[in-house]
């Protein structure tokens, strides 16, 4: 891609991608190209704070007389909450456990990041903006990380206010350490348990609101559908789990907080019910899904052991700050106790490969690596089919190093966890890992502005709310009546199908579908594949699962059969958005993109830009708008982490 330098010595693009390869020609359709038209321009760090100056306010009179629908109670959903109940909006939460507290945020274990330099080991707001955008290999918008990077010690600042009890040193100061990717420490953490202290801090804050009567709580609700009137999104169709009531809540303005779907691989370190339906129910209405094939494989996870399970447990990646990993050098001697296997016989593989980066490489390139040695024959722990999926995390080194308390200090409770599920003890025998999926970096398409054309992230909400309260709609408004059907027609079909196969087998088989063909390395030929078997799984999903029990009570039957529905047309969309990308970067790493050593190697003069699809109706192709990526502050290079 062409290139010219700015008076500031900035790398600036001047040409935009043009894509050359067309591997999903004839499963999609090619609209125009978009652009955020809200991000701000001028030097990178003055833009958030520009941007904020010239956003409009809504006084707080006029904040009474707005309401807000949150749908979440996670991180994102019960922070927003707590916000935007304290500036005086009404606002009406929602979420489907039966605490905002079990919101899948409450199993982050390792940290947040913020570029505080605590440590004075060289971080920097810049420093962080740049490892963000390197780590997700340049495939991410620079304004937005940039942000990012910026605001992170705000909101540690924020958290501790609200009584987050993170780690500290001796003297009293907030502790940091590492993770993958960085050279630094900036990771503020609690133990292993800091997606749990933030979360009750959030949930603690929006409590208070609650109290004070800005903010209503709906739990055991689940979205359904989003109401659309006059291009704007208006409300919500919920069903109250426990009653089956469907029910109308209407809003100025509904903001969308619904969390990750890595659950459409089946088995994930996310929490059981984490869905797509909510983001999914937005895609039909318009919303586009932005990158919907970027998964996170995450490295430090329970090895899969057998064909029981329906969930995976995540081993935090801090553990990789101790832990040195590494396989037998020789095949045979993977049944041996590794204990047994002498210094000279170990090969730490990812030291050897990376020395500068070592154990801390980011989790794409630790996942390929662990994949690449149990391939060759050289993974370690029980078999599982005809394969032994798992590579050593030891911590003998750093035992004998710091001690075993020290090492309890850090991380006792992931130890104890690990212990509980796996009935070894790692303070005696080194953990045993394999990579699983973790996290998704897909999603629905927003703005700077965190808009997607009719509904808003928190951030800019004021901004949006500022041509508030917008025209009364009531439940007879024919959308609303529309959305609210859709919801009805939709589960009696799944409770008249009434066919022969359990809605967690289809889960179960799409999970292994995606996991074969879209995980850790995926092909043209495979994606193909996997694109007809989705396709199959669908049209028998329709016309032969089982949903038992009734509309009017609690049934986790449909509930499931609901998700499950999405997480099939979401399977196919990723796989699609996978084939397209014929270019390897970060967690999506395409086997025919690879450099001469086998790491991603990506196409920028093809594919800088975010693949935004558009839901091409019932049956209909999906339509894929470009949304070219920019770059003004940062080069855009091979990453390597040698
Ligand atoms: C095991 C694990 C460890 C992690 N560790 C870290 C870490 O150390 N550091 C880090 O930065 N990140 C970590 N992450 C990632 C981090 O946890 C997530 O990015 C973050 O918690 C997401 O927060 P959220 O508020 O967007 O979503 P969630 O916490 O998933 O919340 C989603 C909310 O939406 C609600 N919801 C969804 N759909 C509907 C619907 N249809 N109707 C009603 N309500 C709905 C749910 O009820 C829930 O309240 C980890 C992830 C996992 C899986």
């Not at 990380?145 to 206010?161: G, P, T």
């Not at 780690?167 to 350490?177: K, M, P, S, T, V």
């Not at 009137?229 to 169709?237: C, E, L, S």
């Amino acid at each position: 891609m062409a290139s010219t330098v700015d008076v500031s010595g900035n790398t600036v693009m001047t040409t935009p991608p043009n894509q050359q390869s067309d591997d999903a020609h004839g499963y999609y359709t090619l609209g125009e190209k978009i652009a955020d038209t809200k991000a701000p321009a001028g030097p990178i760090k003055d833009r958030w704070t520009t941007h904020k100056m010239n956003n409009r306010l809504v006084n707080p009179a006029n904040r009474r007389k707005l309401d807000v629908i949150i749908v979440g109670t996670g991180l994102a959903g019960g922070a927003a909450a707590a916000t935007l109940g304290e500036a005086g909006y009404n606002v009406k939460s929602f979420c489907y456990q039966d605490s905002p507290r079990r919101a899948h945020s409450i199993a982050a274990q390792g940290g947040i990041n913020a570029a505080k330099n605590y440590k004075e080991d060289g971080d920097s707001t810049y420093r962080l903006f740049y490892d963000t955008v390197k780590g997700g290999d340049y495939r991410s918008r620079e304004s937005n990380v940039y942000r990012l990077a910026e605001v992170s010690a705000n909101i540690i600042d924020q958290c501790v206010a609200q009584g987050v009890p993170f780690a500290r040193e001796y003297g009293g100061l907030l502790d940091n350490r590492s993770f993958g990717g960085v050279q630094v420490s900036r990771t503020f953490y609690a133990r292993g348990q800091t997606g749990q202290q933030l979360l009750i801090g959030a949930y603690q804050a929006m409590e208070r609101q609650v109290a004070a009567g800005t903010v209503t709580q709906y739990t055991r609700h689940e979205m359904l559908e989003l109401i659309i009137v006059d291009g704007k999104a208006r409300g919500i169709i919920a069903r109250d789990m426990v009653t089956g009531a469907i029910e109308t809540h209407l809003a100025d303005v509904v903001v969308l907080a619904s969390g990750g779907y890595g659950n459409v691989f089946f088995l994930s370190t996310n929490a059981m019910g984490s869905n797509v339906t909510a983001a999914w129910r937005a895609h039909r209405k318009g919303a586009y899904m932005a990158n919907p094939c970027y998964t996170q494989i995450h490295p430090t996870c329970i090895p899969v052991s057998g064909d029981h399970q329906s969930k995976l447990t995540l081993m935090s990646e801090s553990l990789r700050n101790d832990g040195r990993i590494w396989v037998p050098k020789k095949a045979e001697d993977c049944t041996k106790d590794p204990r047994d296997i002498p210094e000279e016989d170990r090969d730490y593989y990812l030291e050897r490969i990376y020395p500068s980066f070592g154990n801390l490489v980011p989790r794409d390139i630790a996942s390929r690596q662990a994949k690449n040695v149990c391939d060759e024959g050289r993974g370690v722990g029980p078999m599982v089919g005809d394969f032994r999926r798992g590579v050593y995390l030891d911590f003998a080194d750093a035992i004998k190093r710091l001690g075993e308390d020290a090492v309890r200090e850090k991380y006792d409770n992931l130890f104890d966890m690990y212990e509980r599920i796996t009935g070894e003890n790692p303070y005696e025998v080194p953990m045993r890992i394999y990579p699983a999926v973790h996290y998704v970096m897909g999603g629905l398409w927003v703005d700077y502005d965190l808009q997607s054309g009719y509904f808003v992230l928190p951030n800019t909400i004021r901004e949006y709310l500022a041509d508030g309260p917008f025209d009364a709609i009531d439940e007879s408004h024919p959308e609303v009546v529309a959305a609210r059907t859709e919801v009805e027609d939709r589960i009696q079909k799944f409770l008249s199908i009434n066919g022969t196969r359990t809605v967690d087998s289809y889960h179960k088989e799409l999970g292994n579908i995606m996991w074969e063909y879209c995980g850790m390395e995926r092909t043209e030929d495979g994606l193909r594949k996997a694109i007809d078997m989705i396709r199959e799984l669908k049209a028998d999903f329709w016309s032969n699962v089982k949903v038992l029990g009734t509309a009017d009570s609690l049934n986790q039957s449909l509930e499931k059969a609901g998700r499950v529905a999405d997480f099939l047309e979401l399977g196919e969309l990723m796989c699609i958005d996978a084939l397209n990308r014929r270019e390897s970067c970060g967690g999506h790493f395409r086997a025919e993109s690879q450099t001469e050593d086998g790491e991603a190697l990506r196409h920028d003069d093809e594919f800088a830009y975010v693949a935004a699809w558009e839901f091409g109706g019932e049956g209909g192709q999906p339509v894929l708008h470009k949304e070219d990526l920019v770059y003004t502050a940062i080069e855009m290079k091979q990453r390597s982490y040698k």
